[in-house]
């Protein structure tokens, strides 16, 4: 089982998002998504995170919220917990990313972008401030969203 961060930075009513489009052979490419990747041996989700956005990013986040966790299923791809994460504190210059091109979107154009369709509805969860702390289960076949629970609740697709 993988697992996996991603954090949405936000400032002004947007969200600092990465399209994918620099790397061969990536499942996620052409696609707009926030910044995170793959947790390391020993290394907690928090630490993921700070160290992902750091290297994506060259932003050093200073204050977050651990926001959800998303369980990935697929018929193509291994079984992976994604932790999720919104920061709205950070210092340092932001770089170039070597996986894509950064962009701040303005949240109300989220929708407007190629998303995931799982996605769309965890940052729906996300843009919602007071909402608590939520476990979302994404199936996809293929590239297709097929099934979705919230809090162990069907959703309809």
Known sequence: M???????LERDGQY???HRVK?????SHD???????KCEADESPDECMLREVKE?????VQSWRYRGIVTFISDIWPCEYMHLFTASDWSGEE???????????????????NLWEGD???LRLLMDSDRPFFSLKLVYRGDDLVAAKLDGSPLAI
């Open 95 to 113: 770089c170039l990313c070597d996986e894509g091109d950064l962009a701040w979107v303005d949240k109300s154009r989220l929708f407007d972008l």
């Open 2 to 8: 993988k697992q996996t961060t991603l954090c949405y």
């Open 120 to 122: 769309k509805i965890f």
């Open 23 to 27: 790397k061969q052979n990536d499942a």
């Open 31 to 37: 696609k707009w998504i926030g910044v995170g990747g």
């Open 56 to 60: 994506e990013t060259g932003l050093h």
């Open 16 to 18: 600092l998002m990465l």
